[in-house]
């Protein structure tokens, strides 16, 4: 695969990563839901917390992948309060921080997510951050496959769509040095 680079979120980027977003969305795959789906998974992130995004880029300086961060999950539901992440407050004392990440199908299985979460990571633990969640599709299964393959936990299977994972950043920040193509 052509070289490809992990770095922090510039907002150069932005219309990229919408378009990352965008591609990688099963239920918001139309013109008429995109708004809704980059006001769910995507704008927030990079236009208030872009310190904790970053991004894959090609050759071409394109971003194909990204991974995006939210640290402080009462914040969030703070100044998204008709948000979904509502529900997850209760995972503020373990799980303080939450992510989305997504790569264009070009690039998937290549190892970049493996990258991606460990530079987030990084710039977590030096934050003094100590665990991190996630909501999954059900359906997704390579996407559960692979948080499982990361450490991740299963912290909740109750919503009729979705599973929460949870992982322990001390012991993820731990396992890096030994991880296949980081
Ligand atoms: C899920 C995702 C972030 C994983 O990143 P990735 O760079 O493709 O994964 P990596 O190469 O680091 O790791 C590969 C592992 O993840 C899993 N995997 C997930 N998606 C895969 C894909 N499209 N192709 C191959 N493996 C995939 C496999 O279990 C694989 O393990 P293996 O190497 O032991 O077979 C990425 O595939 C993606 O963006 N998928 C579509 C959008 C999505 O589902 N996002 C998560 C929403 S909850």
Redo the contacts with the bound molecule.
């Keep these: 695969m052509e070289n490809i680079k992990i770095i922090p979120y510039n907002k150069k980027y932005f219309s990229d990563t919408r378009t990352i977003c965008y591609e ?1 969305s099963t239920s918001y795959h139309t013109p008429e839901r995109a708004p809704i789906l980059w006001g769910l998974y995507h704008d927030w992130y990079v236009l208030n917390s872009p310190e904790t995004c970053f991004v894959a880029v090609n050759e071409k300086d394109t971003a194909v ?1 990204y991974i995006l961060c939210a640290p402080d999950i009462e914040k969030y539901t703070r100044e998204n309060p008709n948000n979904h992440y509502e529900s997850y407050r209760k995972y503020a004392k373990d799980y303080p921080a939450h992510l ?4 264009l ?1 070009a ?9 991606l979460l460990d530079a987030l990571y990084k710039k977590l633990g030096s934050m003094g951050i100590k665990g991190i969640h ?4 059900k359906h ?1 299964l ?2 559960i ?2 948080y499982e ?1 990361h450490g991740y936990k299963l912290l909740d299977s109750n919503d009729s769509s979705n599973l929460v994972f949870g992982l322990n950043l001390g012991i993820a920040l731990g396992l890096m040095p030994t991880r296949k ?1 980081a």
């Design positions: 990688t992948g989305h990440i997504d790569i199908p690039y998937q299985g290549h190892g970049l997510g493996g990258k996630l909501t999954c599709g997704k390579n996407a496959k692979f393959k193509g």
